[in-house]
């Protein structure tokens, strides 16, 4: 498996709007998502091995901060080379691990390239300024390292955040599948 890591987006950058279908076909944009004491915008797919290893764990960590951190999951691979990737395997992969948090699918592309997003799962953790504060791994584990999935870091810098303690700033990119980007759609910072 070749491993994408993360662009590593500036710490402080403003959390890129966006209006997104979720796995119901409701429109979620980001100020749907700005009532809590943060934000945690994940990209995920339902096929990469990064991310299925993570899958029951991201639930998890929804709900142990719900109601004070917000969690959004985005899919944003191209659809006509990884259908198992589109709107309705997302649902199915929603209601199979019950996820919490919407599940919205970016078909343009445009999202996860406004975030830089280059790899899936690439997580992003923004304080209620909307104001990057963490981006990087969930945790040290990979499919086949016997590293327990805890979500170490991002809970970390999630509690962090709730405690009003400053954020650490040597942070370990998440690493995992690239987005696979639709043929023309490629942004720079994949192509360099």
Known sequence: MALTPSTMLPLLTK?????????????????????????????????CPFVVH??????????????RINVVAIGSND???YPQDGPTAMRSDKEEFGYPFPYLFDGGQTVAQSYRAACTP???????QSELIYRGQFDGSRPGNDVPVTGGDLRSACDA????????????????????????NEPDYFTR
Request: charged content about 20%.
């Open 79 to 81: 659809l006509k080379t």
């Open 161 to 184: 955040l709730l405690k009003g303690a400053p954020q650490v700033t040597e942070q370990t990119p998440s690493m995992g599948c690239n987005i696979k980007w639709a043929v023309g």
């Open 54 to 67: 993570l899958k029951t764990e991201l639930t998890r960590f929804a709900e142990d901060y719900a109601g």
């Open 15 to 47: 959390a890129p709007d966006f209006s997104l279908p979720d796995t119901d076909g409701r429109e979620v944009c980001l100020e749907d998502l700005s009532d809590a004491q943060g934000l945690v915008v994940m990209f995920i797919s339902n096929h």
């Open 122 to 128: 690439d997580f992003y953790l923004f304080n209620a």
